[in-house]
């Protein structure tokens, strides 16, 4: 897995290949990342080296020992300032005499097994989420670098996940002199590819619209993913790809990077004047330094990254198990989540026990397995403006306290989940007013608000340490099973009261940002080990703080304050490129939707939704009959394909036609396939009907071709409402459109939906797809038509008898 021969380092992993080897000066020339090459001799290493016999145009010479090295010019496997090299450097320092630049040798390698990263040090050290491997065979190469001049020392770590082809970089650097010096910037990760071919994949967006792949391709110049907002954010995700221009969804070379880090980022991809392209990860530098004291050293987060010549769905399988198998840890790694009802949407702030309870009784009566008490039942919180930090319960809401709602609802036979907030406190709220040095502000300045309220300063150790214990008495008050974490809002006015009365704390404010995402971990690390059977739910205004290394604590995030389906469909498809299914969570929520007003079937809410941790998020008790008989039957379908949608292989399998087609209606489809190929769930989505298209196709991926499958769908019947006054072709009588009359006769007559059956092989299912049901389109309906109008959208079952 690791092998180092003289000075060659070859990283496999089971498909993929990672060189770089040590040149005479010191560097680390980087060979090559991508596909498995198998056995590396020296010889094959020497071809891949860049040959070099005289100094090229106006670059730096390195030194006149190697007068043939530009650092300009050459593939690095890190890179500081000032030698020549031009581009994005990986570390950028100031040292006590004021010089910038850096220039980091080889000094010797260690290939050992993983750290314990779990070890308990003093309390003191600054807490990061790492990649961890419970079987014991992941290892880790150690390059040990030194200044050339300067008394540090840099350590570039490569953690290898073989099973998975993830390569995890990360560095430390080490003052070991006896001046202080400034971090302006250490990343996790550098690649230097000798072409520029390549497109950077970002996922960027905003509050209820998180996600949107877009591609830039880099022929020159340079693209920054990046945000500034002190959470990994909904603008930019860290999850970052790149891939040649024509990577498909199952053909070309793409490369996966996540940052392990929940705070400000950035992933930069530059072409330099040589046709190279760099591409470099880590904390993002425009909001950062570090003063390194003396002895102090200061870690990176890891950047894991992959790469797979299969197209985007290869990238996406390795990174799906990583995350699944080396990111997510604890009780719930492996178990089924549960079907939750949540009350957020269902009754806002205005919640009590008596309305809590009726709700919690219409999801047991329905098979939902876990009640979730959203906002407001805690200090005097009526609406957004006060409480946060009061962790008490609110006895006019909640009489009997948590512990009096917990046990009713578990009598109910639903487990009992609640949310809270506890990075943040609102000015109004006792906390504030006994602690309002605990809250980031800048003295003499006026605070912009965010949702009306504050972050605390959790670079404050005391500050963690006081809220940790909070949660601890919440968390232990009642029999809790699921806590949701939310965080709603982004950073302004960035400054630690707490900081600035250290030593040096006027020179120290660039490592605010970090120290309270370093804070954060601690508390979510605490937490989770001391309540190892609650399933935390990350949130942060929903898909605010989605990374992988939030998902180091978190085994689900909320995706997306977002719960439209046809919005949630782009969304959730876009997480789906870097994570998976598992930890997206989706709520099937009321219609016309709370946050576009888009109005969409039940069946489409629930097709959407079941792609991922599924829960409602609705008022149950205000639903009408027949729709809480489909949502009982939901619950159960769902219950029995869970694991294959979570723990199973997800494929984006085609979107057919472009909505600019006038001949084709657009179309997006998925498959989940468990992992012994026995059974696979499949779900067409109609965003927009285009006239007389009516003949669809539902194409698989993932099955076994040998195999035979029973294929069927979903049956959906549907109101005659929906047809307007088109009952008048059938009906013997004349119906006025919404009369008395028309409601009436949809209580009683239902439309038929179609029912697929089909034996069919995985060969076909793959190759050929199923030529569904003709859709409806102007004319004719029977059981025989597919009702297929905007927004429909169908799940397909396959299982192999
Ligand atoms: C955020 C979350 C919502 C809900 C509210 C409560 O917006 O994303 O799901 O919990 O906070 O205030």
Not at 282 to 287: A, F, M
Not at 416 to 435: A, C, K
Not at 637 to 658: S, T
């Amino acid at each position: 897995m690791i092998k180092q021969e003289e000075n060659l380092f070859c990283l496999h992993t089971t498909n993929t290949t990672y060189l770089f080897q040590v040149l005479a000066s010191g560097h680390l020339e980087h060979l090559y990342y991508g596909s498995a090459l198998g056995e590396v001799s020296m010889e094959d290493a020497d071809a891949l080296l860049e040959k070099r016999a005289f100094e090229a145009g106006n670059t730096i010479c390195y030194d006149s020992a190697h007068k043939t090295i530009t650092l300009e010019d050459l593939r690095l496997e890190v890179s500081g300032r000032g030698k020549g090299d031009l581009r994005e450097p990986f570390v950028e320092l100031t040292f006590a005499d004021g010089s910038q630049t850096t220039d980091f040798l080889f000094m010797e390698a260690r290939i050992e097994k993983l750290p314990d990263f779990d070890a308990v040090g003093d309390g003191q050290e600054l807490v990061l989420p790492h990649a961890y491997d419970e079987t014991g065979e992941a290892k880790r190469l150690t390059i040990v670098l030194k200044e050339a001049v300067q008394p540090v020392r840099l350590e570039l770590y490569y953690d290898i996940f073989v099973d998975c082809d993830v390569i995890c970089r990360s560095a430390k650097l080490f003052n070991e002199g006896d001046a202080p010096i400034v971090i302006e910037r250490l990343l996790s990760t550098q690649l230097d590819f000798s072409d520029s071919r390549y497109v950077m994949g970002g996922f960027f967006g905003a509050w209820a619209r998180e996600m949107n792949r877009v591609g830039l391709p880099i022929r020159a110049g340079k693209q920054v993913i990046s945000s500034v907002t002190g959470s990994s954010s909904n603008r930019a995700n860290p999850f970052v790809m790149l891939f040649e221009e024509d990577a498909t969804e199952k053909n070309g070379l793409c490369y996966g990077f996540h940052l392990l880090y929940s705070g400000n980022h950035y992933e930069a991809a530059e072409v330099n004047a040589y046709g190279k392209t760099r591409f470099c990860a880590g904390i993002n530098p425009d909001s950062f330094s570090w003063l390194l004291q003396p002895g102090d050293a200061f870690e990176t987060p890891q950047s894991a990254m992959t790469v797979s010549d299969q197209g985007f769905a290869g990238m996406s399988h390795q990174l799906h198990a990583f995350i699944r198998e080396h990111i997510v840890r604890g009780t719930w790694k492996k178990k089924p989540r549960p079907v939750l009802l949540n009350s957020w949407e269902a009754a806002y702030f205005d919640i009590d026990e008596k309305k809590l309870l009726k709700l919690a009784q219409k999801a047991s009566e329905v098979g939902i397995e876990l009640f979730v008490m959203d906002d407001g039942w805690f200090g005097n919180r009526n609406n957004d403006q006060s409480s946060l930090g009061d962790w008490f319960v609110n006895k006019k809401k909640l009489p009997d306290g948590l512990d009096g709602i917990c046990k009713k609802v578990n009598a109910l036979g639903l487990d009992f989940g609640i949310w809270v907030e506890p990075e943040m406190v609102n000015t109004d709220s006792d906390l504030y007013r006994v602690h309002p040095d605990w809250a980031m502000e800048i003295p003499g300045r006026t605070h912009s608000e965010g949702r009306n309220q504050r972050i605390l300063d959790l670079a404050n150790p005391e500050v963690v340490s006081h809220m940790i214990e909070r949660m601890t008495e919440v968390f232990s008050s009642a029999n809790i099973a699921y806590v949701k974490w939310d965080m709603n809002r982004i950073f302004s006015d960035v400054y630690s009261l707490y900081l600035a009365g250290c030593k040096e704390g006027q020179n120290r404010q660039g490592e605010t940002a970090h120290r309270y995402i370093c804070g954060l971990y601690r508390m979510a690390d605490t937490l989770t080990k001391r309540f190892p059977n609650i399933l935390f739910e990350g949130c942060a205004a929903g898909g605010n703080r989605f990374d992988a290394g939030m998902l180091c604590y978190f085994p689900q995030i909320w995706a997306s304050d977002n719960t439209d389906p046809i919005s949630r469909a782009r969304i959730q498809e876009g997480y789906s490129y870097g994570y998976p299914l598992s930890v997206i969570s989706a709520h099937v929520s009321g219609s016309p939707n709370h946050q576009t007003l888009r109005t969409t079937p039940l069946d489409t809410r629930f097709a959407i939704a079941m792609f991922g941790s599924m829960g409602y998020e609705c008022n149950l008790v205000d639903m009408k009959q027949r729709d809480l008989e489909i949502v009982k039957e939901q619950v159960e379908q769902y219950k029995k394909w869970r694991e294959v949608i979570q723990f199973g292989d997800f494929y984006r399998v085609n979107h057919q036609g472009k909505t600019e087609d006038h001949n084709r209606s657009p179309l997006r489809s998925w498959i989940c396939v468990s992992k012994d190929k026995k059974r696979a769930v499949g779900m067409l989505l109609q965003e927009m009907v285009t006239a007389n298209t009516q003949y669809a196709n539902f194409r698989a991926e993932g099955l076994d071709p040998e195999k035979t499958y029973h294929f069927y769908n979903r049956k959906i019947d549907q109101s005659i409402l929906q047809f307007g006054d088109l009952i008048n072709t059938v009906a013997p009588f004349h119906v006025r459109q919404d009369s008395l009359t028309h409601h009436v006769i949809a209580r009683f007559q239902q439309m038929p939906g179609e029912q697929e059956y089909h034996r069919v092989s995985g060969a076909v299912l793959m190759k050929a797809g199923i030529s569904l049901i003709q859709g409806f389109s102007g004319t004719g309906y029977d059981e025989n038509v597919r009702y297929f109008q905007d927004y429909s959208a169908r799940i397909y079952y396959m299982e192999a008898r």
